[in-house]
């Protein structure tokens, strides 16, 4: 069986104010330490971007366009699923530095026991650290159409199976898989988790 990772790289970066796909841990940029999180585990990875021509460089991945801009992660799911070839899908943000493979691996293992894997911690739903089924193409392509743009919007049209934060606690003690960049004091806070850890 096929394992293929998205990665949605087509955010506007708002919060941020600037492409934080670019932002520096270490020597890489952020895609980079994302790639390389996902690289080793994976058949097949796809990076779903608005502006496609900026990821020429990357190297043993597929680059895909957004097939409905400005809808946010929505649009990004609906676009790598298109692209796939894999009945199941490893889906991450492009902006999560920390993902831990082992975190991953349990989300997979659970593949067949929903439309979407999910984690829910007590303070968060992390829709973009999520297995997904192609099969739920039809429900996202609906939900598009009609103007919806929140990934948890569709949730209650699909079999979601949340994954309880006690579950990736033995894997990620500190959760850090999940923590994204959104703002400058997300990276800030980045940088010093970042500086904790050997690479």
């Known amino acids: 069986m096929s394992k293929t990772a998205l990665i949605l790289a087509g955010g506007k970066s708002t919060r941020m104010g600037f492409d934080k796909t670019r932002l520096r841990f270490g020597d890489r940029r952020l895609i980079d330490v ?3 999180h996902l690289r080793p585990n994976v058949d097949d990875l796809i ?6 021509e900026e990821w020429l460089d990357l190297v043993g991945v597929r680059i895909v366009t ?5 809808q946010g992660p929505l649009g990004g799911i609906f676009s790598g699923l298109l692209a796939s070839t894999s009945r199941h899908n490893i889906v991450v ?4 530095p920390f993902l831990n493979p082992l975190v991953l691996d349990y989300l997979w293992s659970l593949r067949n026991w929903g439309d979407v894997i999910v984690p829910l911690t007590h303070s968060v739903l992390a829709p973009v650290c999520a297995v997904y ?3 739920v193409l039809a429900v996202l392509a609906q939900a598009l159409h009609a103007g919806e743009r929140q990934v948890m919007g569709v949730y209650p049209k699909l079999n979601v199976h949340y994954v309880r934060e ?8 500190d959760l850090h898989s999940l923590h994204n960049i959104n703002t400058p004091a997300d990276y800030e806070e980045g940088l010093k988790i970042w500086a904790t850890r050997s690479h």
Do not use: F, Q
């Open 34 to 36: 994302v790639i390389d």
């Open 93 to 96: 943000g492009c902006d999560m």
């Open 66 to 70: 957004d097939a409905h801009p400005g």
């Open 166 to 173: 006690e579950e990736l606690r033995p894997y990620d003690p």
């Open 133 to 135: 089924d192609r099969g």
């Open 47 to 52: 990076v779903v971007s608005n502006h496609p």
